[in-house]
Antibody
């Protein structure tokens, strides 16, 4: 059974940094592109970033470009999101998603709160 | 504002049918990119409901069906049940943004 488990969320001050992790199980991560999708409290879903299976291609939403970096370690079946210069508006639940053009598998999410 | 447009809310009586519409543009749904639907129950992660416009993943009841016409996709839910009360999101790929795009979500209320 496929599972995705995110970790690394928490409370951080504006301007601070966090690194999110996502560990996959029940499948071979290296066979799939992966994505991060976030959801601010009471708001809709927002795609954040994408990484191809071999890390040759990455893309970011305009709202995070230059501040967030997506990466992966296929040997560890892990996906990461390094977030820097965090803003209050980055406050959200961050979901790790297996990207097949759509998200059949989602983690439960990790909450990131940016507040002074 | 969301790239894909959905009504903020819909409602239907128990056992009846509702349709949720998601409208895109010529750079996403209208460009022949597949579109998909998710159901999000309160406090839970989104769950894939329909993929590639009309296909149901294993385990999704056939009360849920999808279709596409032009720049819009449609989610039909028949035989409404209390457990169907949730937020529903559409998603596609946008070639101008080179990114997934979502609708703003539609909250379904079962009366």
């Amino acid at each position: 059974e496929v599972h995705l488990v995110e970790s690394g969320g928490g409370l951080v001050k504006p301007g601070g940094s966090l690194r999110l992790s996502c560990v996959g199980s029940g499948f071979t991560l290296s066979d799939y592109s992966m994505a991060w999708v976030r959801q601010a409290p009471g708001k809709g879903l927002e795609w954040v970033s994408y990484i191809s299976s071999s890390s040759t291609d990455m893309n970011y939403a305009g709202s995070v470009k230059g501040r967030f970096t997506i990466s992966r370690d296929n040997a560890e079946n892990s996906l990461y999101l390094q977030m820097k210069r965090l803003r209050v508006e980055d406050t959200a639940v961050y979901y790790c998603v297996r990207d097949e053009g759509f998200g059949e598998y989602w983690g439960k999410g990790t909450m990131v709160t940016v507040s002074s | 504002q969301s790239v894909l447009t959905q009504p903020p809310s819909v409602s239907g009586a128990l056992g009846q049918r509702v349709t949720i519409t998601c409208t895109g543009t010529s750079s996403n749904i209208g460009a022949n990119f597949d579109a998909h639907w998710y159901q999000q129950l309160p406090g839970a992660a989104p769950k894939l409901l329909i993929y590639a416009n009309k296909n149901r993943p294993s385990g999704v009841p056939d009360r849920f069906s999808g279709s596409k016409s032009g720049t819009s996709i449609f989610l039909d839910i028949t035989g409404l049940q209390p457990g169907d009360e949730a937020d529903y999101y559409c998603q596609s790929y946008d070639t101008d943004l080179s990114a997934w795009v979502f609708g703003g979500g539609t909250r379904l209320t079962v009366l």
